[in-house]
């Protein structure tokens, strides 16, 4: 049994917080062991509870056409959420909710050990790039110790709200370019000047 097999059977186990109550399935994520690429998004919705599988509403076909544009399919990334279960009515993530769903996160990125780790969204922001704000941060990469960490809207954003589709469009098409480049990005300030990394 793989390593990520051992924990979505952990995680179908957990009654760490309130959500467990109310959820109809787990929703751990789903991708290759090996990824290159692990997408963060926010917290499943009621397509996600239903199927036990994260992204598969509209978000999800937002998030599929974008990997397409980058030579990808859904298979070859991994796709995960903050939190693995769905808040009633699809409300945000409470504070506490993403604190106890904290641990399944980190253990899902310790075995996966991606190159890339791409935020969606808000929440997923908030824990790698704390107090800064997505409008001001999204398409700018990171790299701390071997991992890069690139912000960047939630596909949900542009069926919302049209004018950020072409954002999020061109923040992906970034995503090779800035990976073909990862072995020079340094933490040093110059190069990642150069990448438009902050």
Request: aromatic residues 8%.
């Amino acid at each position: 049994m793989s390593a990520l097999t051992e924990l979505y059977q952990e995680m179908a186990n957990c009654q760490d917080c309130e959500l467990a109550k109310y959820r109809t399935k787990v929703v751990p994520g789903e991708g290759p062991e090996d990824a290159e690429l692990l997408f963060i998004g926010e917290a499943p919705g009621w397509h996600e509870d239903q199927q036990g599988r994260p992204f598969v509403g509209a978000a999800g076909a937002f998030l599929e056409q974008l990997l397409v544009s980058i030579g990808l399919s859904r298979e070859q990334v991994y796709i995960a959420n903050v939190i693995k279960c769905r808040p009633p009515e699809n409300r945000d993530p409470l504070p506490a909710e993403i604190q106890a769903c904290r641990k399944w996160l980190e253990h899902q990125i310790e075995i996966i050990h991606p190159r890339m780790v791409i935020t969606l969204g808000r929440y997923s922001l908030a824990r790698y790039f704390p107090n800064e704000s997505i409008s001001k941060i999204h398409g700018k990469a990171r790299k701390e110790g071997d991992i890069i960490y690139y912000p960047m809207y939630h596909p949900a954003a542009a069926l919302h709200q049209g004018s950020l589709r072409q954002i999020i469009e061109a923040d992906m098409l970034r995503i090779p370019e800035i990976l073909a480049q990862a072995g020079k990005i340094t933490e040093a300030p110059v190069e990642a000047q150069q990448l438009g990394l902050f």
